[in-house]
């Protein structure tokens, strides 16, 4: 038989199509523009890649964990959950967490959503306070999760106060709290009072409160850790990623930290062998390295507090920032500065409030280049 002639396919009727459920019909799916530009300042990622040292390292842990990939991997990564444990003790300056407290997964993403699976679900709330990362939503959207807000404090500062948090429980008697420190996208970071008074309104309904910590490291000098609550407060779980600092986001690697029965009821839901062979292996290498992956946070944030000063001086508003990116407002449409921005191949995020843009911090050069083409795109 020859070939089909190209206009022989039949035709289906889009009406014949098997539908998605309520609440993904319709829907787009998560993704930041992914464009080739010169300054690519959208997405928050550590812009200094490991030394062609340290990638030969890594290389040859990933070439040594691909000789076994008959085999399944370690389905509960023992080793990469203690040498996770051992790093959070030296950042945070906690006694190691018990390897039962540790967990990981593909990405801080895939620890939200495993959280949500395990503690939400039919019948069960999340409450989160906006402006905030996108996705929490769509976690609670996927686990069936009904997902509620509250308002953050008033620009610029965006601030949380214990106050606030305790009223937002009271009133929306929510089985899930998540809270973000530094938070994304306004780069605020929590003090310790909110995140405990929190954990107490939680606590004599056993809800859980989850302290998304994805920017941790970033953090300045004297800014503690949630980590340090876990011993009071066992309803507490710190998430974190090696995404950003780490230089490490394709490599795809979340964990948290939490009471060992909270890490009991994630795995149960976790699907089998979720973290491969490589993966572990390419984590391993890397935390055994990381003076060198976490050697430009400090340049980072030195980084970030001078884009910060330049900014309130040309007179835009600034939420302070702990993490790796800034907010400000512009002076004209967003949409149009971002365009303009874009013209001059620097890429950054519409993200927050109307008026608002993100900026990642990246390189002095990227920084510079910033500096100068937002001058040209949003005059004042």
């Given at each position: ?165 305790t009223a937002a429980i009271a009133a929306h008697e929510p089985n899930i709290v998540v809270l973000t420190s530094p938070n994304n996208p306004t780069g605020t970071a929590l003090t310790l009072d909110v995140v405990e008074a929190a954990a107490a309104a939680l606590a004599p309904s056993r809800g859980l409160l989850v302290v998304d910590e994805a920017y941790g490291e970033f953090r300045r000098d004297g800014v503690p850790s949630a980590l340090t609550l876990l011993d ?149």
């Amino acid at each position: 038989m020859g070939p089909m002639p190209e206009n022989s396919a039949p035709t289906l009727a889009t009406d014949a199509l098997p539908q998605p459920r309520d609440g993904i019909a319709g829907a787009a799916p998560y993704g930041a523009p992914q464009l080739e530009v010169e300054h690519a300042l959208n997405v928050n990622e550590n812009p200094y890649g490991p030394s062609p040292e340290l990638a030969a390292s890594i290389g040859r842990a990933a070439a040594d964990a691909a000789v076994g990939l008959n085999r399944y991997p370690d389905r509960e990564a023992l080793d990469l959950r203690t040498d996770l444990g051992e790093y959070l003790a030296a950042e945070s300056g906690i006694a190691a967490p018990p390897l039962e407290s540790v967990w990981a997964a593909n990405g801080s993403n895939e620890i939200m959503h495993q959280l949500l699976l395990a503690f939400g679900g039919p019948g069960r709330t999340a409450l989160g306070f906006t402006p905030h990362y996108s996705m929490y939503p769509e976690y609670a959207r996927d686990t069936y999760t009904r997902w509620v807000t509250a308002e953050r404090g008033p620009e610029p500062e965006f601030a949380l106060t214990a106050e606030a948090v305790t009223a937002a429980i009271a009133a929306h008697e929510p089985n899930i709290v998540v809270l973000t420190s530094p938070n994304n996208p306004t780069g605020t970071a929590l003090t310790l009072d909110v995140v405990e008074a929190a954990a107490a309104a939680l606590a004599p309904s056993r809800g859980l409160l989850v302290v998304d910590e994805a920017y941790g490291e970033f953090r300045r000098d004297g800014v503690p850790s949630a980590l340090t609550l876990l011993d009071r407060h066992p309803n507490i779980v710190v998430t974190r990623t090696m995404s950003k600092a780490f230089a490490l986001a394709g490599a795809r690697l979340g964990y948290l930290v939490a009471h060992p029965a909270i890490v009991d009821a994630v795995r149960v839901v976790r699907l089998p062998y979720h973290l491969s062979a490589v993966t572990q292996a390419v984590a391993r290498a890397a935390l055994a390295h990381r003076e060198e992956l976490l050697g430009k946070v400090a340049l980072l944030r030195s980084e970030r507090d001078a884009l910060a000063e330049h900014l309130v001086a040309r007179g835009h508003d600034v939420a302070p920032s702990d993490a790796n990116f800034i907010l400000f407002r512009t002076f004209s449409d967003r949409d149009a500065v971002f365009e303009a921005l874009l013209d001059r191949s620097v890429l950054v995020r519409a993200v927050g409030p109307a008026g608002w843009l993100r900026v990642s911090i990246g390189t002095p050069e990227n920084n510079t280049a910033f500096r100068t083409a937002l001058e040209e795109a949003d005059p004042r």
